[in-house]
């Protein structure tokens, strides 16, 4: 059972501008990840939680209220919060997880600007191994070589500060981590490139899984051409990221999908 956040509602004298073209496109893009990641089996019911500080502002976040599933967000769905917890457009309330986690991720590292929290399966599974998660052993795992992080200590749910602050600590300067025992979280300084990195993330632990479930030890990269590969692979990566959103974007305008509305 999911918990909502007691959040308040400031008076609209106090809001600041919070619908402009750049915030518009802001939803259309977040709102657009949350049903690619839904067609790619990425969701878990009404749980997990995609968020992105608005443009131009280090305190405001759009996050998706509790209630929905991926694929029934939209654009206008989406929740505006402020990082001490009150709820400034939309209808409905974050999660509690959500906002503390969230929040404080933004508080604590500004130069997050989306995060992307699931329980994708086979993320996740790497999530519930000892040791460290990704093996380099596969070339889309490399993308990762130098970026994530783990945070070992799993103490139930994210129901207060303190628990937003341990994960926002244990991420430091990296760009995902795996949160042991409960699943992963992706950062981004785009909404863009917070998916490309979600999307690839669960290719690189799916294919890790199909191979260590032959019971064969896996031939791993030797460090130097990893350290190689993974350079090549981050050089226009940001590039490569927004024209992945963008071909999502098509897709599903060419299926009719109303993430937009």
Not at 115 to 130: D, E
Request: include cysteine.
């Amino acid at each position: 059972m999911a918990h909502t956040l007691a959040a308040s509602v400031a008076p609209s004298a106090e809001l600041p501008e919070l619908d402009n073209e750049a915030i518009h496109q802001a939803r259309i893009e977040l709102a657009a990840c949350f049903q690619l990641a839904a067609q790619h089996g990425l969701e878990e019911g009404i749980c997990n939680h995609f968020s992105a500080l608005l443009p131009g502002s280090d305190t405001l976040f759009l996050v998706n209220p509790y209630g929905l599933a991926f694929a029934e967000v939209t654009a206008s769905s989406l929740l505006i919060c402020h990082v001490d917890g009150q709820v400034l457009a939309g209808q409905g309330q974050p999660e509690a997880t959500a906002f503390y986690i969230h929040a404080r991720l933004h508080r604590q590292q500004p130069r997050i600007r989306a995060a992307f929290h699931t329980h994708m399966p086979h993320a996740t599974a790497l999530s519930m191994l000892q040791g460290e998660p990704l093996r380099w052993a596969g070339q889309t795992a490399l993308k990762f070589l130098g970026r994530t992080a783990v945070d070992p200590h799993y103490n139930g749910l994210a129901l207060d500060n303190t628990e937003g602050d341990r994960i926002a600590k244990a991420i430091g300067t990296a760009d995902i981590v795996f949160l042991k025992n409960h699943g992963v979280l992706v950062c981004g300084a785009s909404v863009a490139e917070a998916w490309d990195d979600l999307y690839y993330l669960e290719r690189a632990a799916q294919v890790q899984l199909l191979a260590m479930s032959t019971g064969e030890p896996l031939q791993l990269i030797p460090g130097e051409i990893a350290q190689r590969t993974a350079a090549q692979m981050r050089l226009g990566d940001a590039d490569s990221a927004r024209a992945h959103l963008a071909s999502g974007l098509r897709r599903l305008r060419a299926a009719g999908n109303p993430f937009e509305r």
